[in-house]
C-alpha cells in the first residue's frame, strides 16, 4: 500500500531559476491537490485535478506557477522565475470521488529560494 | 466564505495530562471536518474525521464532536504521550478543497 510521493523532498534555488516538483497519488484517486503551506501557518490551497481537467485555481497561484495533471496520475508543478516569497512546503494530496472525498497527504516538497 | 479558528499555541503539558485543542468554524453548507497531524519533519496525517453533525470521529485515543449549534469540532484526548507532540491542525472540506487552521503546536513532556 504506497502512498502520496513527492519528489524532490527539498529543493534549494537561486531567484529567477524555474523549478518543477512532482507528485504520484494513491493509485486509483482521481482527484489531486497542491497546497502551499508558510511556516507557522496551515496549508493553503493552490489548485486541484479531477483525473486529467485542472478544475480550479486559486488566486494565490500567479502566473509563474502552473500545474500539470496529464494522463490523470502523475501531477506536476512549476514555478518559473522564483522569488523568495516562493519559499515554503509545497503539499500534494489525493483523495477518491465519494461523499466525504478525504484526502490523504503527501510528505511535501520544501523549496528554499535564495 | 469558508474558514477555520483553532486555539494559539504553543501548548505545554506533563505525560498523562487531558489536552483540548479547540476549533470553530465558518461555513456554507455542510461541510465535513477534520483534524490532522504533523509530526516534525513529515506532512499531514489525517487522525480523524466526521461527515455530519453529532457525528463523533475518534482514533489513537483522540476524540472529536462535530458540533453544529456551535460550529465547533474540539479535539480531546485523555491522557496524552510524548509520542503526541506534533502540529494539530483543523480543517473543514467545501467546493472540493480543505480550508486550514493555523495549527497548534502541542508538546508533551515526559
Known amino acids: 500500500d504506497t502512498g502520496v510521493s513527492q519528489d524532490p523532498r527539498h529543493k534549494i534555488t537561486k531567484r529567477g531559476q524555474n523549478v518543477t516538483f512532482r507528485c504520484d497519488p494513491i493509485?486509483?484517486?482521481?482527484?489531486l491537490y497542491w497546497y502551499r503551506q508558510t511556516l507557522g501557518q496551515g496549508p493553503e490551497f493552490l489548485t486541484y485535478?479531477?483525473?486529467?481537467?485542472?478544475?480550479?485555481k486559486s488566486r494565490l497561484l500567479s502566473d509563474r506557477f502552473s500545474a500539470e495533471r496529464p494522463k490523470g496520475s502523475f501531477s506536476t508543478l512549476e514555478i518559473q522565475r522564483t522569488e523568495q516569497g516562493d519559499s515554503a512546503m509545497y503539499l500534494c494530496?489525493?483523495?477518491?470521488?465519494?461523499?466525504?472525498?478525504?484526502?490523504?497527504f503527501g510528505p511535501g516538497t520544501r523549496l528554499t529560494v535564495l | 466564505g469558508n474558514s477555520v479558528t483553532q486555539m494559539e499555541g504553543p501548548v505545554t503539558l506533563s505525560e498523562e495530562a487531558f489536552l483540548t485543542i479547540n476549533c470553530t468554524y465558518t461555513?456554507?453548507?455542510?461541510?465535513?471536518l477534520f483534524w490532522y497531524v504533523q509530526y516534525p519533519g513529515e506532512g499531514l496525517q489525517l487522525l480523524l474525521k466526521?461527515?455530519?453533525?453529532?457525528d463523533k470521529g475518534s482514533n489513537k485515543g483522540f476524540e472529536a464532536t462535530y458540533r453544529k449549534e456551535t460550529t465547533s469540532f474540539h479535539l480531546e484526548k485523555g491522557s496524552v504521550q510524548v509520542s503526541d507532540s506534533a502540529v494539530y491542525f483543523c480543517?473543514?472540506?467545501?467546493?472540493?478543497?480543505?480550508?486550514f487552521g493555523a495549527g497548534t503546536t502541542v508538546t508533551v513532556r515526559a
Open positions: 494530496a489525493s483523495s477518491l470521488v465519494s461523499g466525504t472525498d478525504t484526502q490523504y
Open positions: 493509485s486509483e484517486h482521481n482527484r
Open positions: 485535478f479531477q483525473n486529467e481537467a485542472q478544475l480550479e
Open positions: 461555513a456554507t453548507g455542510y461541510p465535513s
Open positions: 466526521a461527515t455530519k453533525a453529532d
Open positions: 480543517a473543514l472540506s467545501g467546493d472540493y478543497k480543505l480550508s
